[in-house]
């Protein structure tokens, strides 16, 4: 049985604080939905703002390939007429074969909010809805509020219902706008309401849920147990105050576990892509512990998880990640056995057996070195410059001799200057450099020093740094915890220095980052080590 899903990312989604989308972000995030093969994409209220306008106007001239495109607005006006509506006549101005227009179930909303009576508002659903279709528009009609109208005056909720059935509705969505219903209300109050106005089941209904209780996911898969057919939600679960319901737990749930279709299966695996993808649009990082789709959805740090996965992933995963096109990634921290350093060792090309002494060897280092305050979660370039030392496969390409980092803290301009003493070859190199901050001077010192042996160090450059203090033990110094990107344009690493001296730990990341760049990832020193 196929589970509709309707996305309104681009106008509930729209409504979350912090969110801002401009026309073509809104086409980008359009398109991708139609590719991935959402057949209900809502755009947007046109005529509440020039820019859902404007984007339906684009959507005229370069439509979608398969989705339905659907505006969204109120019902008219209280005391007006449907044909007379300036909010009416711009959703059919928006050119859509379909509209979504959400009417008031709940009797306070009419006296409080829209401050008419109750007869009057049923005359603005059944006046908007048959004014809409003798405009050749097909209507699914939102009924807001719903679950809590419902429980406040059921009669006066299930005749707001009727009306919009009676006006010619195509599909009829139940909202818990508020977000505040349990998922076993849903249940009974969906149940009972469908058995009341259409006990033979000809209509067509769905379900519109808010998060504020974290249940909107559990709500919407509560309404489908009770016969919708329809799901609103939005991508990454976006939307006002805590957001509308996630699509991108919906489907794989709906999908994967109840045996409904939502996607094709080739296009599920598209699923963590356009979620990111959508993240990276609305410039709003992705949420790394979402379910299917984060980053650590399928992630194994404890070393008992990550023995019993590499013997059967079922034993940890509730899923075959690649079914949602994500991905298995194994953490190496303080918490890991051996199988974990197995299988990052086999990740960055070396071999090496649980017999192997030398992989306990690396596996305590790991954890003596997180109980001083390291993290190699974070720093794996690090950790890869750790076993190879273990393995015999580093060679010394720069011993430090001292440096010294002076800064001068004026009102117009910071500056900063290192002196940096080291020695390559058996020779004594001793540079200077400026920099922004001590950290760039230490850095352009080094590198100078480095550049007439090294010249391919040219290529790489330090993209990232990071500082965590860490809070020493009563009556101990605190530790700085310095975690620094680096770059050669094709890959990106990541090391680690940790000391009481901020100055120290970014020497020892920066010094790291420039050893695995020329060690790992030069192909001119490929030949010094075992290289991937
Ligand atoms: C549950 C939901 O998410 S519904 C969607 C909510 N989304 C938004 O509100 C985003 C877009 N909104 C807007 O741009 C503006 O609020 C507009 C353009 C729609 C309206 O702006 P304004 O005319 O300035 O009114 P304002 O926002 O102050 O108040 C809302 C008006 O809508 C009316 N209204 C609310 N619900 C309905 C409804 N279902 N049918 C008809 N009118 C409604 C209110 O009674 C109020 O009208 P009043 O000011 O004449 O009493
Ligand atoms: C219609 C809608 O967005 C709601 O009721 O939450």
């Not at 004014?131 to 939102?142: A, E, H, N």
């Not at 794996?380 to 580093?394: D, N, V, Y």
Request: with cysteine; glycine share 8%.
């Amino acid at each position: 049985m196929t589970i509709q899903i309707y996305d309104t990312t681009l106008r509930d989604g729209a409504q979350r604080e912090g969110m801002t989308l401009a026309v073509e972000d809104k086409l980008k995030i359009a398109r991708q939905l139609d590719k991935l093969g959402v057949p209900w994409i809502e755009g947007g209220w046109p005529g509440a703002n020039p820019k859902d306008g404007e984007f339906f106007r684009r959507l005229q001239l370069e439509p979608l390939t398969q989705a339905e495109v659907v505006a969204f607005c109120s019902t008219r006006r209280p005391g007006g007429l449907a044909a007379e509506d300036r909010m009416l006549a711009a959703i059919i101005a928006a050119g859509t074969k379909w509209v979504t227009i959400f009417g008031k179930s709940w009797d306070l909303h009419v006296t409080e909010g829209l401050k008419t009576d109750l007869a009057e508002n049923l005359e603005m659903i059944r006046d908007s809805i048959e004014y809409l279709i003798s405009q050749g528009k097909r209507v699914i009609y939102d009924a807001e509020h719903w679950f809590d109208g419902y429980l406040a005056n059921p009669e006066y909720a299930l005749k707001t219902l009727q009306t919009a059935i009676d006006a010619g509705a195509d599909w009829l969505v139940f909202c818990d706008t508020n977000g505040g219903t349990l998922p076993q209300d849903i249940t009974k109050i969906v149940d009972r309401v469908i058995q009341t106005v259409d006990p033979q089941r000809e209509l067509q209904f769905g379900i519109h849920t808010h998060n504020d209780c974290e249940l909107a996911v559990a709500n919407a898969l509560a309404a489908v147990s009770s016969g919708v057919t329809m799901v609103q939600g939005t991508i990454n679960g976006y939307g006002e105050r805590c957001g509308n319901a996630n699509l991108c737990a919906i489907i794989p749930n709906l999908q994967l576990k109840l045996g409904y279709s939502c996607l094709h299966e080739a296009d599920l695996i598209r699923l963590t892509q356009v979620s990111r993808y959508v993240s990276e649009v609305v410039n709003i990082a992705p949420n790394d512990y979402a379910a299917f789709v984060g980053r650590c959805a399928f992630s194994h740090k404890g070393g008992i998880h990550v023995s019993a996965v590499e013997r059967n992933p079922l034993t940890y995963e509730h899923i075959d990640p690649l079914l949602v096109g994500n991905e298995r990634r194994i953490a190496i921290s303080e918490q890991s056995g051996l199988s974990n350093v197995l299988i990052k060792a086999s990740e960055m090309g070396l071999t090496l057996t649980k017999a192997d002494p030398r992989t306990r060897q690396i596996l305590a280092k790991l954890k003596e070195l997180e109980y001083q305050g390291y993290q190699f979660e974070g720093a794996e370039a690090s950790f890869e410059l750790l076993m190879r030392e273990i393995l015999g496969q580093t060679s010394t390409l720069f011993t430090i001799q001292g440096f010294q980092v002076h800064c001068s803290i004026a009102t117009q301009q910071h500056h900063s200057l290192a002196t940096i003493k080291i020695a390559v070859d058996g020779q004594d190199i001793l540079e200077v450099a400026e920099g922004n901050g001590p950290v760039a001077a230490l850095d352009a010192a080094l590198r100078k020093a480095l550049s007439r042996f090294y010249p391919e160090l040219a290529k790489c450059h330090l993209t990232d740094y990071k500082v965590r203090i860490i809070d020493g033990e009563a009556g101990t110094a605190a530790i700085t915890r310095v975690l620094v990107e680096s770059s050669n344009g094709h890959h990106r690493w990541t090391t680690i220095g940790v000391s009481e001296n901020i100055l120290e730990a970014s020497y020892q990341a920066v010094a790291q980052g420039i050893e695995y760049g020329l060690l790992v990832r030069s192909p001119q020193m490929c030949s010094l080590v075992d290289v991937k």
